[in-house]
Each structure stands twice: as structure tokens, then as C-alpha cells.
């Protein structure tokens, strides 16, 4: 009878690779310039991937891992916190989601809601499986009535009626391009764990106010943390240590975080305030050293001991900050993640 012999090539290696990949992770948690070498390769390809034209990921899937319910409450959550933050009675006119990810659920509640059209704006397409996203819909649409929208039988979220979806556009070139039309387009920009990834946010966010209809409204929530780039090996502000040049050659056309921190948004929300283009409201959604606000709470409404324990967090890392960071206030450093809400006046 023949048997495989246990020490045969592909039992060998299923004996090495667990250690090998166990000591490789190691090295990674002493020596983060080892996880930068990774990530700069790892954005080399990724140059590589989207000039010949290759722009599925698998960023934005979020559905992928949540149940029915999960993917429900998901979404529910996204507008219920745009409503919140964003005192929105409901959703009308001509709106744009950006980086909606693997998911038109948000924009089927808006449609629902009465919005005229929803656009679509996604760098990338985000990979989904189209069974679990009918499931998705034909909830969503029980509970709310949608089915209007369905085109054909079946849910398809490339086939929804008023619901325009521009993959493969990233949102710095088509606000650009939207900001150059006689009329401004849009009453709404939303945006939820986007504008981390976008190679030129602020850029991007001026575009979009640019693009806003007077009255309207643009509101986005961002993530300003590592997303596990040195995280949870390394502190959580390890990220901040890397010199501009090299941080950018580790996130350019990945869409890793982008490092554009809250006081780079609030100088250019405050300079487009002075010229009267808009008013501006912020939450702070986390803080270094403490995790999750909830509710959001704007900086003055954060007590003082709070700011104290974030920015001694801060503090304590500055040594290692690269130059960029260097003159920037504590209390700036430690928020880690933001709501901006802007109106167009
Ligand atoms: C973390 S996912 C968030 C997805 C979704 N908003 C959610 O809450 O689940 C980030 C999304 O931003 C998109 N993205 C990244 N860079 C972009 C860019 N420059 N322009 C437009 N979308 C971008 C990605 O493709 C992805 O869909």
C-alpha cells in the first residue's frame, strides 16, 4: 500500500511555513522598517495593478463578513449617523456617495427617502457576491419598500433605477471635473471611511464644495488611524515616525491612509470659510490613547481630562514624530478619527 511519507516536500513545508511566518511577524512587530520595505513593494505592485487596469480589491468589502442582520444594521447605522451629525430631516435631491465599497444599500435608503439620483463614486471596485447582496436588497426593500428600484427580477446593484454608479473614477479627477460644469451639480456629499484612502483629500474636498448646489451639504466621516499598517503590533501613532517621501511611496496607489490629519481639513474648511463658500461643524469620533467617542462630541464639548490623557499619549511618541508633525499641536495629533459637516453658503 502506498502511503505519503511524512517527511515528503509538501509535509515539510507545512511543518516550516507556521514558524517561518510566526518569526517574519516578529520582526515586523521589533522592526516596523521592515513592515514599511513590505508595504512599499506591496504599493509598487498595486502602481502596477491599476495602470494596466486591474481595480477590484478587496478594500470596501464590507458586507463580506456580516450576517444579513449585521449588513442591515451596517447601513441603517451609515444614515442614521449622516441624519444625526448632519441634521438632515431626510435625504433629497441629486446626492454622491464616495467610495461606497461593495454596497448600493446606502443609496437604495436614499432613493427611498426621495433622493432624485444617487452617483456612485468609487476609485476601485470592491469585490461582493452577488446572492448575498440580492439578500441585502430584497431585506432592505421589504422593510422599506424599495422594490421600485429593481430592474429586472433580480437585485442588481449595477442595474438600480436612480442610482448611477462611476467605478473605476477616483474622487480627486471626477469632483475636478464636476467642479468645471456651468451649474453646480449636487445637494448632498457623503463619504464614510473614504477620505483616508484618497491620495488627495483636501484637494478632493474642494472640488466637492465646489460642486455643491448652494444650501447643500457635504459631510464625511474619517478614519485618521493607521488601519493596521504598524497597528496592533506597534503603537498606534508609529506611523506618524516615517519621512513624508517614504510614507507616500507605501500608500500612493494602494489607498492605504493617507495621513492627512484633522488639522489639515479644519485649515482648509477654515480658509473656505473665510472667503463665505461655507460653514462648518466638526465631531470628534475618537482620541488617541482612548478610542471610540459615542455619541460624537465636538472638541468643546470633550471634558478636559480626556484631552489630557489623549495628548500626554501624544507627547510621549513626539520624539519619534517625522518632520511634518513635529510643530503640530498635541491636541490636533490626538484625534483619530473625525465628522466633518460643511454647508455651502
Ligand atoms: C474602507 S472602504 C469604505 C466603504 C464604505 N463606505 C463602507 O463604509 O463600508 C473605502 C472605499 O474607498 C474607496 N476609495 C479609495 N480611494 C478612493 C479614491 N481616490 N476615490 C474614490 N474612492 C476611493 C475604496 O475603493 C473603498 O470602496
Known amino acids: 500500500m502506498h502511503t505519503t511519507s511524512v517527511l515528503s516536500p509538501t509535509n515539510l513545508l507545512r511543518m516550516v511555513l507556521p514558524s517561518v511566518h510566526a518569526r517574519l511577524r516578529g520582526l515586523l512587530a521589533r522592526w516596523p522598517w521592515i513592515r514599511a520595505v513590505q508595504l512599499v513593494v506591496d504599493d509598487l505592485w498595486w502602481g502596477i495593478r491599476l495602470w494596466i487596469g486591474r481595480i477590484d480589491t478587496d478594500s470596501g468589502t464590507t458586507h463580506e463578513r456580516l450576517t444579513l442582520d449585521e449588513s442591515m444594521r451596517y447601513i441603517e447605522g451609515v444614515m442614521s449617523d449622516y441624519k444625526r451629525y448632519g441634521r438632515l430631516a431626510n435625504f433629497r435631491g441629486v446626492v454622491a456617495e464616495v467610495g461606497p465599497g461593495d454596497n448600493s444599500g446606502v443609496a437604495l435608503l436614499m432613493r427611498g427617502e426621495g433622493c432624485d439620483r444617487v452617483d456612485l463614486i468609487d476609485r476601485y471596485e470592491s469585490r461582493r457576491d452577488p446572492a448575498k447582496h440580492h439578500r441585502i436588497y430584497e431585506a432592505l ?186 510643530a503640530v499641536e498635541s491636541r490636533d495629533l490626538a484625534v483619530s478619527g473625525v465628522f466633518l459637516v460643511a454647508t455651502r453658503l
Not at 271 to 283: E, G, H, M, T
Not at 288 to 295: E, F, Q, R, T, Y
Request: hydrophobic share 40%; charged share 25%; with cysteine.
Open 141 to 326: 426593500s421589504e422593510k422599506y419598500n424599495l422594490s421600485r428600484f429593481r430592474r429586472g427580477c433580480r437585485w442588481n446593484d449595477q442595474d438600480l433605477e436612480g442610482i448611477t454608479q462611476k467605478v473605476g473614477h477616483s474622487a480627486e479627477a471626477y469632483f475636478r471635473e464636476c467642479s468645471r460644469s456651468a451649474e453646480p451639480v449636487y445637494d448632498l456629499i457623503v463619504s464614510r471611511a473614504v477620505m483616508q484612502h484618497l491620495f488627495d483629500p483636501l484637494g478632493a474636498m474642494e472640488a466637492m464644495i465646489a460642486c455643491l448646489k448652494p444650501g447643500g451639504q457635504m459631510i464625511h466621516k474619517i478614519d485618521l488611524r493607521d488601519l493596521n499598517m504598524f497597528t496592533p503590533q506597534k503603537h498606534e501613532l508609529t506611523f506618524l515616525g516615517f519621512p513624508h517621501v517614504v510614507y507616500r511611496c507605501m500608500t500612493h496607489n494602494s489607498g492605504r491612509p493617507n495621513r492627512v490629519l484633522f488639522h489639515r481639513y479644519r485649515d482648509v474648511l477654515e480658509q473656505l470659510k473665510a472667503q463665505r463658500l461655507i460653514d462648518y461643524d466638526v465631531f470628534i469620533t475618537r482620541l488617541v490613547g482612548i478610542g471610540d467617542l459615542i455619541p460624537h462630541l465636538r472638541p468643546v464639548e470633550i471634558s478636559a481630562e480626556m484631552w489630557d490623557h489623549a495628548e500626554r499619549v501624544v507627547e510621549n511618541c513626539r520624539q519619534h514624530f517625522a518632520r511634518e508633525f513635529v
